[in-house]
C-alpha cells in the first residue's frame, strides 16, 4: 500500500503544477486574444530552437547531476553541481557562438524575419534556461516539493504579467512571448541560486574531492546527448513538419491545442519530478523491492488515462474558450492527449533502464519512436495539417512507451499490469478516433461517460487504494 507520506510528498510537487496550469491556461486565452495564430505559431518556434539548444548546452550533465546525487555525500554535492555547471559551460560558449555567427538565417528560418532584439532573447533564453535547468534540478533532488511548486506558479505568473504589460509596448506580436518568457526565467534564476546558496556558492566550485570527476560526468552524459537530440526531433517533428508543409497559422492552431494539453504536461512534470528521486532512492535502499513500483504505475495509468478521457470529451469546448480564430484546431486537441499521458506512464515502467544505468537504450528506443513520428508525419500533415500531425504524434508515444517498458521489464521485472493498460488505451484511442468525427456534444459525453466507467471498471483495485490513502 501507498503511505500517506509518499501521496503527500507527490501532493507537494504537483499542486503548484496545478495551479501554474490555471495560470497557464489563462494566460494562453490571453494570448490567443491579443494574437493571430500565425503570430502564435511564430512564438512557437523559438520555445523549438530554446529546447534544442540548452540540450547541446547541458551536454547531459542534468541527468548526470540527478543519477550521482544520492551516490555523493551530502556536503559534496554543492561540489557536484559546479563539476557539471563546468562541462555544461564548455558546451555553452560554443553554442552562442554559433549562434552570434547564423544570427540572420536562424531568425528568418524560425520567424521569418530578423531583428537585433529578437536576437538578444534568443541569446540571453540560453544562457538563463541553462541555468534555470539546474536550479530546479536542486531543489527537486532534495525532494522539496513546496519549493518546487512554488517555483513552478512563480514562473506562470511572471510570464503573464510580463505579455499583459509588453503587450501596450510592442502591441500584437508574438515577440511579447519571447521577451515575457527570458524575464520570467531570469527572474526565477535569481531567486533559486538566492535560496539555494549553500549549493551555488563558489566554493563548491574549488572542491577537488568527491566520487565524481567531471570524466565520470562526461561518461555518463555524453551517450544522453544523443538521446536527448533524438528526442527533441521526436518532441519537435510535427512543429517542423507544419513550417514545412503548411504555414505559421497551421502552427499556430497546433501550438494553441498544445497550450490546452499542457495542462496535463505540467502534471506529467509534476510527477516526474516527485518520482524519479523516489525511485533512485527506494532502489538504493532495497534493490529487491517490486511491488512498490508496480503499484505506483498502475495508480499512475488509472489516473491519466482518466484525464484523457475528460480533456477528448470536451475538447470543443476548450477550445472555444482560446476564441473563434482558433476553433479548427479542436480536432487536434483529442490525440495530442495521448503526449503526456504515454510518457508519464512510461515514466514509471522505464525504470529497469535507469537503474541499472543502461541508458544507449534510450537512443534505439527514442529513435525508433521518432522515426514513427517522422513517417506519419510525412504522410499525413501535407493532406491533413495540424491534424494529421496529431495524430501521427499520439501514435508515435505510443509505440514509445511499449518500447521504453518492454525493454525495462528484461532488466527489472515489474508486474504494470500491462494487459489492463493495453485494453485500457485501445478505449481511449477509441474515444479519440470518435472525436474526429466531430459528433456533437451531447454523443461525446455519452461515449465519454460509458469509456471512463470501462477504464475505471478495470482499474477498480487503483482507485480503491487512493480512497483509502485520501
Given at each position: 500500500?501507498?503511505?500517506?507520506?509518499?501521496?503527500?510528498?507527490?501532493?507537494?510537487?504537483?499542486?503548484?503544477?496545478?495551479?501554474?496550469?490555471?495560470?497557464?491556461?489563462?494566460?494562453?486565452?490571453?494570448?490567443?486574444?491579443?494574437?493571430?495564430?500565425?503570430?502564435?505559431?511564430?512564438?512557437?518556434?523559438?520555445?523549438?530552437?530554446?529546447?534544442?539548444?540548452?540540450?547541446?548546452?547541458?551536454?547531459?550533465t542534468d541527468q548526470a547531476f540527478v543519477r550521482f546525487f544520492y551516490e555523493e555525500e551530502k556536503q559534496?554535492?554543492?561540489?557536484?553541481?559546479?563539476?557539471?555547471?563546468?562541462?555544461?559551460?564548455?558546451?555553452?560558449?560554443?553554442?552562442?557562438?554559433?549562434?552570434?555567427?547564423?544570427?540572420?538565417?536562424?531568425?528568418?528560418?524560425?520567424?521569418?524575419?530578423?531583428?537585433?532584439?529578437?536576437?538578444?532573447?534568443?541569446?540571453?533564453?540560453?544562457?538563463?534556461?541553462?541555468?534555470?535547468?539546474?536550479?530546479?534540478?536542486?531543489?527537486?533532488?532534495?525532494?522539496?516539493?513546496?519549493?518546487?511548486?512554488?517555483?513552478?506558479?512563480?514562473?506562470?505568473?511572471?510570464?503573464?504579467?510580463?505579455?499583459?504589460?509588453?503587450?501596450?509596448?510592442?502591441?500584437?506580436?508574438?515577440?511579447?512571448?519571447?521577451?515575457?518568457?527570458?524575464?520570467?526565467?531570469?527572474?526565477?534564476?535569481?531567486?533559486?541560486?538566492?535560496?539555494?546558496?549553500?549549493?551555488?556558492?563558489?566554493?563548491?566550485?574549488?572542491?577537488?574531492?568527491?566520487?565524481?570527476?567531471?570524466?565520470?560526468?562526461?561518461?555518463?552524459?555524453?551517450?544522453?546527448?544523443?538521446?536527448?537530440?533524438?528526442?527533441?526531433?521526436?518532441?519537435?517533428?510535427?512543429?517542423?513538419?507544419?513550417?514545412?508543409?503548411?504555414?505559421?497559422?497551421?502552427?499556430?492552431?497546433?501550438?494553441?491545442?498544445?497550450?490546452?494539453?499542457?495542462?496535463?504536461?505540467?502534471?506529467?512534470?509534476?510527477?516526474?519530478?516527485?518520482?524519479?528521486?523516489?525511485?533512485?532512492?527506494?532502489?538504493?535502499?532495497?534493490?529487491?523491492?517490486?511491488?512498490?513500483?508496480?503499484?505506483?504505475?498502475?495508480?499512475?495509468?488509472?489516473?491519466?488515462?482518466?484525464?484523457?478521457?475528460?480533456?477528448?470529451?470536451?475538447?470543443?469546448?476548450?477550445?472555444?474558450?482560446?476564441?473563434?480564430?482558433?476553433?479548427?484546431?479542436?480536432?487536434?486537441?483529442?490525440?495530442?492527449?495521448?503526449?503526456?499521458?504515454?510518457?508519464?506512464?512510461?515514466?514509471?515502467?522505464?525504470?529497469?533502464?535507469?537503474?541499472?544505468?543502461?541508458?544507449?537504450?534510450?537512443?534505439?528506443?527514442?529513435?525508433?519512436?521518432?522515426?514513427?513520428?517522422?513517417?506519419?508525419?510525412?504522410?499525413?500533415?501535407?493532406?491533413?495539417?495540424?491534424?494529421?500531425?496529431?495524430?501521427?504524434?499520439?501514435?508515435?508515444?505510443?509505440?514509445?512507451?511499449?518500447?521504453?517498458?518492454?525493454?525495462?521489464?528484461?532488466?527489472?521485472?515489474?508486474?504494470?499490469?500491462?494487459?489492463?493498460?493495453?485494453?485500457s488505451t485501445f478505449i481511449v484511442l477509441l474515444l479519440a478516433l470518435y472525436a474526429l468525427l466531430d459528433?456533437?456534444?451531447?454523443?461525446?459525453?455519452?461515449?465519454?461517460?460509458?469509456?471512463?466507467?470501462?477504464?475505471?471498471?478495470?482499474?477498480?483495485?487503483?482507485?480503491?487504494?487512493?480512497?483509502?490513502?485520501?
Amino acid at each position: 500500500m501507498l503511505t500517506n507520506r509518499l501521496i503527500r510528498k507527490f501532493l507537494s510537487f504537483s499542486y503548484g503544477g496545478a495551479v501554474a496550469a490555471g495560470i497557464g491556461f489563462i494566460t494562453t486565452m490571453l494570448t490567443t486574444r491579443l494574437l493571430l495564430p500565425d503570430e502564435f505559431g511564430k512564438a512557437s518556434m523559438f520555445t523549438l530552437f530554446i529546447g534544442l539548444a540548452v540540450i547541446f548546452s547541458v551536454f547531459g550533465t542534468d541527468q548526470a547531476f540527478v543519477r550521482f546525487f544520492y551516490e555523493e555525500e551530502k556536503q559534496k554535492r554543492g561540489a557536484l553541481l559546479y563539476r557539471c555547471l563546468k562541462v555544461a559551460g564548455f558546451f555553452l560558449l560554443p553554442a552562442l557562438g554559433l549562434l552570434v555567427l547564423f544570427r540572420e538565417p536562424l531568425s528568418l528560418f524560425l520567424f521569418g524575419e530578423y531583428s537585433t532584439a529578437i536576437f538578444a532573447a534568443l541569446a540571453a533564453g540560453l544562457v538563463v534556461q541553462v541555468l534555470y535547468v539546474f536550479g530546479k534540478l536542486v531543489i527537486r533532488m532534495q525532494q522539496k516539493g513546496h519549493l518546487f511548486s512554488i517555483n513552478e506558479m512563480l514562473n506562470r505568473l511572471f510570464i503573464l504579467i510580463g505579455i499583459a504589460g509588453l503587450y501596450f509596448v510592442f502591441g500584437p506580436t508574438f515577440e511579447i512571448i519571447i521577451f515575457a518568457t527570458v524575464l520570467s526565467y531570469s527572474i526565477l534564476v535569481m531567486i533559486l541560486v538566492a535560496g539555494q546558496w549553500p549549493y551555488w556558492h563558489p566554493g563548491n566550485g574549488k572542491e577537488t574531492e568527491g566520487r565524481h570527476s567531471g570524466t565520470d560526468i562526461i561518461r555518463y552524459s555524453y551517450p544522453l546527448v544523443i538521446t536527448a537530440v533524438v528526442a527533441w526531433l521526436f518532441e519537435g517533428i510535427d512543429k517542423l513538419a507544419l513550417r514545412q508543409w503548411a504555414d505559421f497559422e497551421e502552427l499556430g492552431l497546433y501550438a494553441a491545442s498544445f497550450k490546452i494539453v499542457a495542462l496535463l504536461t505540467i502534471l506529467k512534470v509534476a510527477f516526474a519530478n516527485f518520482w524519479t528521486p523516489v525511485a533512485y532512492e527506494t532502489f538504493e535502499k532495497n534493490p529487491g523491492e517490486r511491488a512498490f513500483y508496480g503499484r505506483v504505475s498502475r495508480i499512475a495509468a488509472f489516473a491519466m488515462l482518466c484525464v484523457a478521457i475528460i480533456l477528448i470529451t470536451f475538447n470543443d469546448s476548450l477550445i472555444r474558450l482560446l476564441g473563434s480564430e482558433y476553433a479548427a484546431a479542436s480536432s487536434m486537441l483529442a490525440f495530442l492527449v495521448f503526449v503526456p499521458v504515454m510518457y508519464t506512464i512510461s515514466e514509471t515502467t522505464v525504470i529497469g533502464i535507469n537503474f541499472y544505468k543502461k541508458v544507449k537504450w534510450h537512443i534505439a528506443i527514442t529513435g525508433t519512436a521518432c522515426a514513427v513520428n517522422a513517417v506519419g508525419n510525412w504522410l499525413l500533415v501535407p493532406q491533413y495539417g495540424g491534424t494529421g500531425a496529431a495524430v501521427a504524434t499520439g501514435i508515435s508515444y505510443m509505440v514509445f512507451l511499449g518500447l521504453r517498458t518492454a525493454i525495462s521489464l528484461t532488466y527489472f521485472h515489474v508486474n504494470y499490469g500491462l494487459g489492463r493498460l493495453a485494453v485500457s488505451t485501445f478505449i481511449v484511442l477509441l474515444l479519440a478516433l470518435y472525436a474526429l468525427l466531430d459528433p456533437g456534444l451531447t454523443w461525446k459525453i455519452g461515449t465519454g461517460v460509458v469509456s471512463f466507467v470501462l477504464v475505471a471498471g478495470i482499474y477498480r483495485k487503483e482507485w480503491l487504494v487512493l480512497l483509502r490513502n485520501r
